[in-house]
T-cell receptor, first 112, second 117 residues
């Protein structure tokens, strides 16, 4: 079963605007990761946030994690056309099965 | 260059004709995994391997087999492919299968698009 559900499913913004996408999950986790996928290509790791962290930054990316609500958000600031891609969250459940569980993704389109 | 290599990248086959999708990584990773990606369903895990000779089922293992005889290779075998196995397949690897002791980053191959007629 899918652990992560991203919201929205699709997002279209103008270049320079910020893009926010959310991920909700169902069970306790050790960490949550965000990945990016350009159309039909392999996924690329963006950032990992551990369950004892609340916020993390990497360049134009800001990730938050709220374990009480079982949710995470990814903020991309000052979006560029090159940010157009699908974004997935992936969780590492505490059940210890070493099975990353991916959500269904948010398709982001940044208009130049 | 650190990479995960899958072959073939594209394949059209017919129902029942056995096929193997190869996956190789050059990063000395312990953990390897196969996923399939279907529209609206995201990535679903098929099988994973924590180390040589250690494999376990993911969420959708039916109709697939894997083996891990060497650390670097993790082939996906479809003994008797069916049309519902038409999908985009990804192989991935990471140091130890979690982010508990390291970045936990999964490295993905470029994908294998399989069509079963």
């Amino acid at each position: 079963s899918q652990q992560g559900e991203e919201d929205p499913q699709a997002l279209s913004i103008q270049e320079g605007e910020n893009a926010t996408m959310n991920c909700s999950y169902k069970t306790s986790i050790n960490n949550l990761q965000w990945y990016r996928q350009n159309s039909g290509r392999g996924l690329v790791h963006l950032i990992l946030i551990r369950s004892n962290e609340r916020e993390k930054h990497s360049g134009r990316l800001r990730v938050t994690l709220d374990t009480s609500k079982k949710s995470s958000s990814l903020l991309i600031t000052a979006s560029r056309a090159a940010d157009t891609a699908s974004y997935f969250c992936a969780t590492d459940p505490t059940s210890g099965t070493y099975k990353y569980i991916f959500g269904t993704g948010t398709r982001l389109k940044v208009l130049a | 260059e650190a990479q995960v290599t899958q072959n073939p990248r594209y394949l059209i086959t017919v129902t029942g004709k056995k096929l193997t999708v190869t996956c190789s990584q050059n990063m000395n990773h312990e953990y390897m995994s196969w996923y399939r990606q279907d529209p609206g369903l995201g990535l679903r895990q098929i099988y994973y391997s924590m180390n040589v000779e250690v494999t376990d089922k993911g969420d959708v293992p039916e109709g697939y087999k894997v083996s891990r005889k060497e650390k670097r290779n993790f082939p996906l075998i479809l003994e008797s492919p069916s049309p519902n196995q038409t999908s985009l397949y990804f192989c991935a690897s990471s140091l130890d299968g979690s982010g508990r002791t390291n970045t936990g980053e999964l490295f993905f191959g470029e994908g294998s698009r399989l069509t079963v007629l």
